[in-house]
């Protein structure tokens, strides 16, 4: 089971636990495949995180140069009076699972737009907007 952004999810990965709104509701049931419709209805819900079956994405060197990452890796020194505090501890992990998923969220985002910008267009374009005047 792994907890990922939605902005990582992908068709056929199964649901391991139930997508639930801030009030409740539950808006997806465990163990249902998504499919793209259901990933683009979820982003239109703000739904930002699900847990999938599995552990379908590497999130190792999750968002490497994002602002995140960089808040990751202050959690060892902002942590480290704390070091024999149980309660701390869970707080300074939550923290950083918290963080790694924004991570890999924010770099999948970067590399949306960036594929978006270099994709070329259907006629064959550079995939930049440019207009033409008539003279």
């Known amino acids: 089971m792994q907890k990922i952004p939605i902005d990582l999810a992908r068709s056929g ?11 409740g509701m539950t808006i997806m049931a465990e163990g249902m495949e998504l499919t793209d419709s259901l990933i683009a209805r979820l982003q239109n819900m ?11 994405v590497e999130m ?3 968002g490497a140069g994002t602002k995140y990452a960089e808040r990751m890796e202050r959690m060892s020194v902002l942590f480290r009076r704390y ?3 149980k309660w701390m501890v869970r707080v300074r992990d939550r923290m950083a699972q918290y963080f790694k ?3 890999a969220a924010q770099e999948a985002r970067q590399k949306a737009m960036e ?14 907007n440019t207009m033409e005047t008539e003279a």
């Open 60 to 62: 190792g060197g999750a």
């Open 101 to 103: 998923i924004k991570a």
């Open 46 to 56: 703000k739904i930002d995180r699900i847990t999938v079956q599995g552990h379908p």
């Open 13 to 23: 990965m199964k649901l391991a636990r139930p997508v639930v709104k801030e009030g």
């Open 83 to 85: 070091g024999e505090d």
């Open 115 to 128: 594929s978006m910008e270099t994709e070329p267009d259907e006629h064959g374009g550079s995939g930049e």
